[in-house]
């Protein structure tokens, strides 16, 4: 189970049916899809109606916020009301530093979009960079209470159990197979396997080996025979617990 992927983004238009089915074949049957921007979500929507494997959420993502208008928050509202038992979450969405976009807009944002999942009762997927401080600090201000997943984790142990307190799973992707990323290997090492899930961020993060890459979900096994080396459970043991923890950190997942 890949719990995030952007299978609905141009990269995969030549194959997307392929890879579901390649995917299937391999035995990763869900794949989450987070939304971006309010005019791909009408896309991903018709996407999951299409593909069963395909299990959306809906959210603005920080990145591309130059797009924003205050209307997307009423489409928002539209969407989660006519698509309640379909949506996952509400994600991709949180606070990313490293851009240059307005860190007061960014805010402005990702604390609308907490309200709105608060008031549906639906947890969030959280996108970071260089941004956990403000991140969990505004997930205690707004007393968010409905968790979901830190997508692609790479904070600290602290960071990592503050999030769990709060919620959170945390997600294990790509950044595992390289031995530059000792902390992010040392923190996962560490943390309770129920916990983690895994995910593959396609067509972006690549594994080790395929930098320069379009990324895919059936990478999602590479990434698992990594995280296998750095726990102590058997890789059955592994597989079972993460697709659980995905299932209840998400909704709609059946």
Same mark, same amino acid.
């Given at each position: 189970?890949?719990?995030?992927?952007?299978l609905?983004?141009?990269n995969?238009?030549?194959?997307?049916?392929?890879v579901?089915?390649?995917c299937?074949?391999?035995s990763?049957?869900n @794949?989450?899809?987070?939304?971006?921007? /309010?005019? +791909?979500?009408? &896309?991903?929507?018709? *996407?999951?109606?299409?593909?069963?494997?395909?299990?959306?959420?809906?959210?603005?993502?920080?990145?591309?916020l130059?797009?924003f208008?205050?209307?997307?928050?009423?489409?928002l509202?539209? @969407?989660?009301?006519?698509?309640?038992? /379909?949506? +996952?979450?509400? &994600?991709?969405?949180g *606070?990313d530093?490293?851009?240059?976009?307005?860190?007061?807009?960014?805010m402005t944002?990702?604390?609308?979009?907490?309200?709105?999942?608060n008031d549906?009762k639906?947890p969030?997927i959280?996108?970071?960079?260089?941004?956990h401080?403000?991140?969990?600090?505004t997930?205690?201000?707004?007393?968010?209470?409905?968790g979901?997943?830190?997508?692609?984790f790479?904070?600290?142990l602290?960071?990592?159990?503050?999030?769990?307190?709060l919620g959170f799973?945390l997600?294990?992707?790509?950044?595992?197979?390289?031995?530059?990323?000792?902390?992010?290997?040392?923190v996962?090492?560490?943390?309770p396997?129920?916990?983690l899930?895994?995910?593959?961020?396609?067509p972006?993060?690549p594994?080790?080996?395929?930098?320069?890459?379009r990324?895919?979900?059936q990478n999602l096994?590479?990434i698992?025979?990594?995280?296998c080396?750095?726990?102590?459970?058997?890789?059955?043991?592994?597989?079972?617990?993460?697709?659980?923890?995905t299932?209840t950190s998400?909704?709609n997942?059946?």
């Open positions: 189970m890949d719990s995030h992927c952007h609905d983004f141009a995969f238009d030549a194959d997307r049916q392929q579901i089915e390649e299937a074949q391999l990763i049957n @794949l989450v899809v987070p939304g971006t921007q /309010a005019k +791909t979500w009408h &896309g991903l929507l018709q *996407l999951s109606q299409q593909y069963r494997a395909v299990k959306p959420a809906l959210g603005l993502h920080p990145y591309f130059k797009h208008a205050d209307s997307d928050f009423d489409v509202v539209q @969407l989660l009301n006519q698509f309640s038992h /379909a949506v +996952t979450a509400v &994600g991709e969405i *606070l530093y490293a851009v240059d976009i307005s860190h007061d807009l960014q944002v990702f604390t609308q979009q907490l309200s709105i999942a549906f639906l969030v959280l996108h970071h960079r260089r941004s401080n403000d991140l969990i600090k997930l205690k201000q707004q007393r968010f209470e409905y979901g997943i830190v997508h692609a790479s904070g600290s602290y960071e990592a159990n503050t999030y769990i307190e799973k997600g294990v992707g790509g950044g595992i197979t390289y031995s530059r990323a000792r902390k992010t290997r040392e996962i090492s560490q943390l396997l129920n916990t899930v895994l995910e593959t961020d396609s972006d993060m594994p080790q080996g395929k930098q320069g890459m990324n895919k979900p096994l590479l698992l025979d990594e995280l080396k750095l726990r102590t459970e058997s890789r059955e043991d592994i597989i079972t617990q993460c697709r659980l923890n299932v998400l909704r997942m059946d």
